[in-house]
């Protein structure tokens, strides 16, 4: 590769995502570029004209062609902001998505009114719920307590927890057997966005989908394997007049409020995400 100025290189990146018909080539050729270069957008105007290192040219122009072909941007920069946090990500972790936030908002409502609250977050991948929620609820009594099963993605929620300075305690467990470590009616609040797409339908997912892990979206033939779980085993654990918040999928709500009154739980209430989909259900014990 010839020798090359910061300006052109930015313009030749942007133009091959553009041609590739990525969407989102702008913002993605913007952050590809301020991670190899460490130059923001608005900072190449005073060095465009100067010779960018090799090294980091090549790296750039590495990162652009997994771009095309399909690699997330956000494991390229191997970092995401979620709700004004910086979370690791990488090969191996589920990517935080907004649909997230309205079950971590209504989550932080519900449980700002509890005194001394004891929180779990099950299936908790990169610990964004877990660590969104201990920054937006600010309680130093409360306890929020991280169940993640994949070895990869528990090491970016125990690195994410470190970062964050975050007194959140993490355990690397399988959430259908781990149940019995915990008391009955002894667990305030507990929030899930579990692995909720059909088993059948994992292979039809958009191509940068597929990158992500399966363990983080496989929720079993009908999608619902985790919810059952959860009611089956998780809800003994629930105080009386605690609560469950569940992240669930298109198409989902039906089946859902239809368990959430088969296992007995009351104050049954959905949510959309910003979308307008169906993405949260919350009930009491
Ligand atoms: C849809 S992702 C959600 C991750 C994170 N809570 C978020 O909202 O970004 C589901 C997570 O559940 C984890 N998981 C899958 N099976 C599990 C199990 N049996 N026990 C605990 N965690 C599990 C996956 O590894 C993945 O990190």
Not at 8 to 25: A, F, P, T, V
Request: glycine share 8%; with cysteine.
């Amino acid at each position: 590769m010839k020798e090359k100025k910061f300006g052109d290189i930015y313009i030749k990146g942007k133009e091959i995502l553009k041609k590739q018909k990525i969407q989102s080539y702008e913002s993605d050729n913007i952050n590809i570029f301020q991670n190899c270069f460490g130059i923001k957008r608005h900072d190449l105007v005073f060095v465009r004209e100067k010779i960018a290192p090799f090294e980091s040219a090549q790296k750039y122009f590495e990162m652009i062609k997994k771009r095309i072909n399909g690699e997330p941007i956000q494991y390229l920069i191997g970092n995401w902001n979620f709700m004004g946090h910086d979370l690791k990500v990488g090969e191996g972790v589920l990517i935080p998505r907004d649909d997230t936030e309205v079950l971590i908002l209504e989550s932080v409502k519900l449980i700002s009114k509890i005194n001394k609250p004891i929180v779990f977050d099950l299936c908790s991948g990169s610990g964004a719920i877990a660590i969104v929620l201990d920054s937006l609820i600010n309680n130093p009594d409360m306890k929020i307590t991280a169940i993640e099963y994949s070895k990869e993605a528990y090491s970016y929620l125990e690195y994410n927890v470190k970062k964050h300075k975050k007194n959140i305690q993490c355990l690397n467990m399988n959430i259908f057997e781990c149940h019995n470590l915990f008391a009955d009616n002894s667990i305030d609040a507990i929030i899930s966005n579990p692995p909720y797409i059909c088993e059948e339908d994992v292979n039809s997912l958009q191509r940068e989908v597929k990158f992500e892990p399966e363990i983080a979206l496989n929720g079993g033939k009908d999608g619902l394997d985790f919810y059952r779980i959860i009611l089956n085993k998780w809800v003994k654990k629930l105080k009386k007049g605690g609560f469950l918040g569940i992240e669930i999928g298109w198409g989902q709500l039906g089946s859902i409020l239809d368990m959430f009154k088969i296992c007995g739980l009351r104050d049954i209430i959905s949510f959309k995400d910003i979308n307008g989909v169906d993405r949260a259900v919350f009930a009491v014990k």
